[in-house]
């Protein structure tokens, strides 16, 4: 099984950007769906950005297409979320998720996840 640990979160204002990024160990990234989460304070966690295997299919929440851009590297076992534009309500822990099924947006369906990453915006 694949292990998932993310880095890069911090305190930024609003309109600035952050990248995120999630290292995969113990097994192949490219076995995997991939994809980024969100839990903001007194919310349920939330789909941000999906990616498949292969990085041919891509999906964005509304709330962050066009602001953010998720991508893979499956030779480095790595994922990343470039965050442009940050807005206030961006404020929460970003968790990195990877699934053994169909790509989904659906948080229940992914078999691993990482400690999560403290994103917060200042307004």
């Known amino acids: 099984q694949v292990q998932l640990k993310e880095s890069g979160g911090g305190l930024v204002q609003a309109g600035d950007s952050l990248r995120l990024s999630c290292a995969a160990s113990?097994?192949?990234?490219?076995?995997?769906?991939m994809g980024w989460f969100r839990r903001a304070p007194g919310k349920e966690r939330e789909f941000v950005s999906i990616?498949?295997?292969?990085?041919?299919?891509?999906y964005y929440a509304d709330s962050v297409r066009g602001r953010f851009r998720i991508s893979r590297d499956n030779a480095e076992n790595t994922m990343t979320l470039e965050m442009n534009f940050l807005k206030p309500e961006d404020t929460a822990v970003y968790y990195c998720?990877?699934?053994?099924?169909?790509?989904?947006?659906?948080?229940?369906?992914?078999?691993?996840w990482g400690q999560g990453t403290q994103v917060t915006v200042s307004s």
């Open positions: 998720a990877a699934s053994v099924h169909a790509l989904t947006v659906a948080p229940g369906t992914y078999d691993f």
């Open positions: 113990g097994d192949s990234a490219s076995n995997y769906a």
């Open positions: 990616i498949s295997w292969s990085g041919d299919t891509i």
